[in-house]
């Protein structure tokens, strides 16, 4: 990995959910002037970023209310139609418009977006937006730049109204992905499937710092060795393998001081704040592993504070307060950057990721094998079919009997089995292929 250079870059994302900003993380070092939020930055008008809140708190609000009766179901269901998937077999034209694009056409035209498009055109230097917004406010200005796609499939309204003229360049996480924006009209010239960003702090030079947590967290996931007698040929070849090792079987007892933490399950909570219930109902079930310290939970509560107090007061009903920060850790800070370094820096020694499919599907990269939660929102559905595809991911069972369930998965060596497949079948190397790819094309406006 190049970090010395002076490379630069606007870099663009939007605080609607994690999602999009966890894409531009990776790419803090080389942003122009910061990281900038197209919804609420002090560069957008007043009248955007009041049109942004409304977005936000509606999509937040559908979001939570969509197991309420009726209403948060009504709700839900709008925000569905316009995010909706058509399949992708057959492979057919999808290249005509639907209303939603329609619309953001029209309203981007009377100016939505605009203030943000000007500003950025201060500079000759590329231009990565991690949503579709300012990427067709730039398409619609004339001024080329480059979008991260933030999911395996996407609405057609990621795109221009006529892609023929389409001169945003797309990085794709996915071939699934790729498939997807050539079947709506984007030219293969403007698609460079480059995986997703993952944070360099999680996989390093080579990926050296990746190898490493994967091979302490097999340890933990394969407590009978199972899986290391199935697969040592193969990890041999492709992990870094202690040199005391080499001549040794890879063996439960043979592996034991290499051991660095117990067995550490994250459960993250979306932005919206749905779904913090299930992690509640982890560590209820999971409670006596968590007293005698043979288990720990990372609890992510994200930017919410009401989200981290719902915690605390949970785990305190059960009397596991004084657990806190030892087997039990809420990761919480009020700011997003620092949000995600802590964060980072916790799922290096966490064992298995517990998650609705979000763009976190695309972490399982890490070597993370994935209990997943239940989606919201058809995206999600569709990132939940991948990670079952890979083989890295598994639909969550009864979160009140996860000690039960999850170590009969262990004891067959299927949960380490499936941190292996993510790491190999997975992208891991996007953040590293974005920026060599925009070194080579540091002026976005000769690439027209």
């Known amino acids: 990995m190049r970090t010395s250079d002076n490379l630069r870059a606007w870099i663009v994302a939007i605080d609607m959910g994690y999602g999009h900003q966890r894409a531009a993380y990776p790419f803090a070092s080389i942003a122009c002037e910061h990281i900038i939020t197209a919804n609420n930055d002090t560069i957008i008008s007043a009248h955007e970023r009041n049109a942004w809140e409304r977005i936000r708190k509606y999509y937040e609000l559908s979001s ?31 290249s005509k418009p639907n209303y939603t694009a329609l619309y953001f056409q029209k309203i981007i035209k009377k100016g939505f977006g605009s203030n943000l498009t000007k500003y950025m055109q201060q500079r000759d230097i590329p231009i990565i937006t991690t949503i579709f917004l300012p990427a ?21 309204v990621w795109v221009p109204v006529d892609p023929k003229t389409c001169i945003i360049t797309y990085f794709s996480p996915t071939r699934h992905t790729t498939m997807r924006l050539k079947e709506y009209g984007v ?49 041999r070849k492709r992990l870094n393998i202690p040199a005391r090792l080499r001549k040794k079987r890879l063996t439960p007892s043979s592996l034991q001081p290499y051991k660095t933490h117990p067995l550490t399950i994250a459960y993250l909570v979306g932005g919206s704040g749905a779904q913090a219930e299930i992690g509640i109902s982890i560590i209820s079930s999971l409670k006596e592993r968590i007293i005698a310290r043979d288990v720990r939970i990372i609890l992510s509560a994200g930017t919410r504070i ?26 919480f800070a009020h700011e997003m950057n620092i949000y995600f370094e802590t964060l980072n820096k916790a799922l290096r020694t966490t064992d298995i990721l517990w998650t609705k499919p979000s763009e976190l599907s695309f ?17 999600e559905t569709f990132n939940k079919q991948w990670l079952e595809q890979l083989g890295a991911g598994f639909p969550q069972e009864d979160p009140s009997t996860v000690k039960d369930w999850l170590f009969y998965s262990m004891d067959d060596g299927r949960l380490a089995e499936a941190a292996l497949r993510g790491y ?25």
């Open 64 to 94: 939570r209310l969509k197991d309420v009766p009726l209403i948060g179901k009504i709700a839900f269901g709008i925000v569905e139609k316009m995010q909706d998937i058509r399949p992708l077999f057959p492979i057919r034209n999808l």
């Open 136 to 156: 067709l406010a730039c398409q619609y200005a004339g001024v080329p730049c480059y979008c991260i796609v933030t999911d395996t499939d996407i609405n057609r």
């Open 187 to 235: 030219p293969t010239e403007r698609i460079v499937e480059t995986g997703f960003p993952l944070p360099e702090e999680n996989v390093g030079p080579n990926k050296t710092i990746l190898k490493s947590d994967l091979l302490a967290r097999l340890i933990n996931l394969d407590p009978k060795g199972v899986f290391f007698n199935k697969y040592e040929p193969l990890l």
């Open 306 to 331: 009401d989200v981290r107090q719902y915690f605390e007061r949970e785990i305190a009903r059960l009397g596991l307060s004084a657990h806190l920060d030892n087997s039990i850790i809420i990761v």
């Open 363 to 379: 972490y399982t990269g890490l070597g993370l094998p994935i209990i997943i939660a239940p989606p919201i929102g058809v995206h």
């Open 424 to 448: 190999i079948d997975a992208p891991n190397s996007g953040t590293e292929y974005i920026k060599e790819y925009l070194r080579r094309n540091r002026s976005p406006r000769r690439n027209l």
